[in-house]
């Protein structure tokens, strides 16, 4: 009789013929008393994605597995919802195609957690930044608060993406319908913890298991400064929805959240300063650190480029 699958690994790609290959390896040197299975969903890449998905799974034992070309792009959001749909097991782990797993440990610490404690819904752990241009490498959470393992909801709706790396996050598949924030959302990760939120408690394992690359081709890499404001923009509605989807359990925190956004907004075009509907909701806090921000970098612009005389 077959094992019943207890995680799903949940791995989208788009154009990651140079890193897919480390992603699957990542995967396959697991070490676990349960079984697995790997989901690949390639959002019709360009590349030679699939052919080096065919290589690896070929030239690997790997038992479950299920890979998917799309036959034409659906985008970020609707490939990691169809992947997310695509998942049978009771828990879901997350490597995208340009990351990679470093620890063959890591599956089995973070779902013997998760077992023993039915009232977390999800664990993640530090993980690494690594540049790939230039070859510079710093570890991913640097907040003070998670790495005195505190992870309240404070910490989940301040930092949204940045509270770990996606390929950290390891979290039950009880998710039964994706609301329509999550749907339209830019940030799946802010969206995804929201979500989770109203499900349990986050925790947080203090050791370095795997690798988040940066590099030109990722998803907020070399953004100009309008698409840039369209994602602070995505944060604030996916913050409002959030708000009202969990009725308004997280007001405070929320409300701060956004007038963070908004001074973001403003640091990056401060003609945004006249918009009223981001006026009445900055904190005067938010605000004047966002003039501070604006001043400065008004004052360090070359000479040739100001308009003083």
């Known amino acids: 009789m077959e094992k019943e699958i207890l995680v799903s690994i949940c791995m989208i790609t788009y154009g990651h ?7 699957i390896l990542g ?6 008393n349960f079984e697995w299975e790997l989901i690949i969903a390639d959002d019709h890449s360009p590349d030679q994605t699939e052919e080096q998905v065919e290589i690896a799974l070929r030239n690997l034992n790997i038992k479950n597995v299920n890979y998917t070309k799309h036959s034409k792009n659906k985008g970020m959001m609707d490939n990691f919802i169809w992947a997310l749909d695509q998942c049978k097991g009771k828990y879901i782990a997350l490597c995208e195609g340009d990351d ?16 023993a404690h039915p009232d977390y819904v999800m664990s993640f752990h530090q993980g690494s930044n690594y540049y790939q241009e230039s070859k510079r490498v710093e570890d991913f959470i640097t907040d003070t608060q998670v790495l005195k393992e505190i992870t309240t ?9 940045n509270l770990c790396p996606t390929n950290a996050m390891v979290f039950r598949n009880n998710v039964i319908e994706y609301p329509n924030f999550f749907l339209q959302a830019k940030s799946g990760d802010r969206a995804l913890c929201l979500l989770l939120l109203e499900k349990g408690k986050f925790h947080f394992l203090n050791k370095n298991m795997c690798v988040y690359r ?13 698409k840039i404001i369209a994602f602070k923009e995505s944060n604030i509605e996916v913050l409002n929805a959030f708000n ?13 959240e956004i007038s963070s956004q908004i001074r973001n907004i403003f640091i990056c075009d401060p003609h945004y300063l006249f918009k009223t509907k981001y006026l009445n909701r900055v904190n005067i806090k938010h605000f004047a650190l966002s ?9 360090s612009l070359p000479l040739s480029k100001t308009n003083s005389f």
């Open 17 to 23: 013929e140079q890193f897919i290959t480390e992603a």
């Open 27 to 32: 995967v396959a040197m697991q070490q676990c």
């Open 100 to 115: 990679y797993w470093s620890n063959p440990l890591k599956l089995q610490k973070q779902i013997d957690f998760l077992e």
């Open 153 to 161: 909801p404070d910490e989940v709706i301040r930092l949204g993406g």
């Open 214 to 226: 940066v590099h030109e081709g990722g998803v907020s890499r070399g953004l100009s400064k309008q």
């Open 244 to 256: 009202s989807y969990s009725n308004y359990k997280y007001q405070y925190q929320i409300k701060r």
């Open 291 to 299: 003039l501070t921000r604006i001043f400065i970098n008004t004052c």
